[in-house]
C-alpha cells in the first residue's frame, strides 16, 4: 500500500489559493489519488480523484506531474468554511491508508 | 436523497457490554467499510465488505465483528472484548464499477464509555 506525505498544518487567509503538496514516491501503477476534507465530528467529504494530469471539479483542481510522485492539490479563494483537516489517499483497492492529514487553518 | 445513515450519533457503553452500530446506504454500493479513528489522528480500517454475506478483517479487527446479511446494510458490534472502545467510528461505502470510484462516508458514530 502506498503511504502519502503531507505538511502537517497550514495557515491562510480568505481569498487567497491554498495549494496542499503531496508525497507518494512509491505509487503503484494502477493507483488513483484521492483527497478528503473533514470537519470536527463529521465524516470525510470527497473532493476530487485523479490517476494523472490535471483534474478540475467546482471545488478543487488536482494536478499530478508524469511521474506521479507527488500531486497538489489547489482549492481557489478560500473561505473561512474551508478550514479543515485535508486527506491525500493513494491507492485503487478496499485498503485505503489515511494518514493525519493536512490541519488547514483559514483567518479572515 | 442518496447517502449513507449512520445511528446512532452518540452512544454510551457499560463495562463488559456489547453494542452495535448502524450503518445504512441507499446509493446500491457493493462494498462498505467500518472505521475507527482516535482524536488527532486519521481513519484506520476495522472490517470491510465487498459483497453481501462476505466480510473481510481490516488493521484493527479484534474486539469486533460485523455482518453483511443485507447489501444496504453494515452493522458493527463492538464486542466486551475490545478494551479501548471510545473512538469515533465511521461507515463508508463504494461503487466495485471497472473504474476506481471513491469511497463515501457517513457522518460517524461517536461511543463512549461509561
Known amino acids: 500500500l502506498a503511504k502519502t506525505t503531507q505538511p502537517i498544518s497550514m495557515d491562510s487567509y480568505e481569498g487567497q489559493e491554498v495549494n496542499i503538496t503531496c508525497s507518494h514516491n512509491?505509487?503503484?501503477?494502477?493507483?488513483?489519488i484521492t483527497w478528503y476534507q473533514q470537519f470536527p465530528s463529521q465524516g470525510p467529504r470527497f473532493i476530487i480523484q485523479?490517476?494523472?494530469t490535471k483534474v478540475t471539479n467546482e471545488v478543487a483542481s488536482l494536478f499530478i506531474p508524469a511521474d506521479r510522485k507527488s500531486s497538489t492539490l489547489s482549492l481557489p479563494r478560500v473561505s473561512l468554511s474551508d478550514t479543515a483537516v485535508y486527506y491525500c489517499?493513494?491507492?485503487?483497492?478496499?485498503?485505503?491508508?489515511f494518514g493525519t492529514g493536512t490541519r488547514l487553518q483559514v483567518f479572515p | 436523497d442518496g447517502g449513507i445513515t449512520q445511528s446512532p450519533k452518540y452512544l454510551f457503553r457499560k463495562e463488559g457490554q456489547n453494542v452495535t452500530l448502524s450503518c445504512e446506504q441507499n446509493l446500491n454500493h457493493d462494498a462498505m467499510y467500518w472505521y475507527r479513528q482516535d482524536p488527532g489522528q486519521g481513519l484506520r480500517l476495522i472490517y470491510y465488505s465487498q459483497i453481501v454475506n462476505d466480510f473481510q478483517k481490516g488493521d484493527i479487527a479484534e474486539g469486533y465483528s460485523v455482518s453483511r446479511e443485507k447489501k444496504e446494510s453494515f452493522p458493527l458490534t463492538v464486542t466486551s472484548a475490545q478494551k479501548n472502545p471510545t473512538a469515533f467510528y465511521l461507515c463508508?461505502?463504494?461503487?466495485?464499477?471497472?473504474?476506481?470510484?471513491?469511497?463515501?462516508f457517513g457522518d460517524g458514530t461517536r461511543l463512549s464509555i461509561l
Open positions: 485523479g490517476y494523472k
Open positions: 512509491n505509487i503503484a501503477t494502477n493507483d488513483y
Open positions: 489517499l493513494v491507492g485503487n483497492t478496499d485498503k485505503l491508508i
Open positions: 463508508a461505502s463504494r461503487d466495485r464499477g471497472s473504474i476506481y470510484q471513491p469511497q463515501h
